[in-house]
């Protein structure tokens, strides 16, 4: 049974197909040639190298929310307690440019509100903050039209010039969306380390 292997016994072709979808299952079968028993192990290392990346990128959601929250606290102190805070109001520059802003904010705002309701009426700055949603983050420094408004005046603070934030909504995607990729670089799991410990080497 291959390590990390979520079923006590290696499933059937049959199971698997009700399992994955006929469709994710061929994609395994292809890069294991039809051995069936090696695309289940190339699935079970697939899913643990998922495992480890979203480990590591809760960690990176926790420092960049609060980083992010740093930078925004000194002019708008408490503002996740807030039903509309300053920062969700702010737009300048070209009509078009402030119309974007504007539905960037009125987004903003229903996910802030959305926190709120779902922590309740005790809600306080720390727990909405811990609450919102990467998505939520994500749009406060990859949208151009932000620039004026959060990211010169609050966050630029952030980042090193050589390191600029990345603004590939695919930086962000769960790591489901890059098996493809993933997979056809590495497409046996003989030749893989079998614990991240390892691959980080």
Known sequence: MPEGFPHATIPTPDQAVAWLSQHRYDKYLTLASGDHMLAMQIYAWNSELSSAILRDLAHVEVSVRNALD????????DWAAQPAPGWLHLENGTQRVRLRQQRLNSDGRKLLRSAQRDIGAAATHGMVIARLSFGFWQFLITP????????????????????????SRSFWSP??????GWLTSNPSPATQPASRADWQT
Not at 146 to 162: G, I, K, N, V
Not at 175 to 180: C, D, I, N, V
């Open 70 to 77: 740093a930078q925004l606290a000194p002019a708008f102190p």
């Open 144 to 167: 151009r039209a932000r620039e004026s408004t959060l990211w010169t005046p609050y966050l630029h603070r952030l980042f090193r010039a050589e390191q600029p934030v990345p603004t």
């Open 175 to 180: 790591p489901s969306a890059y098996e493809t």
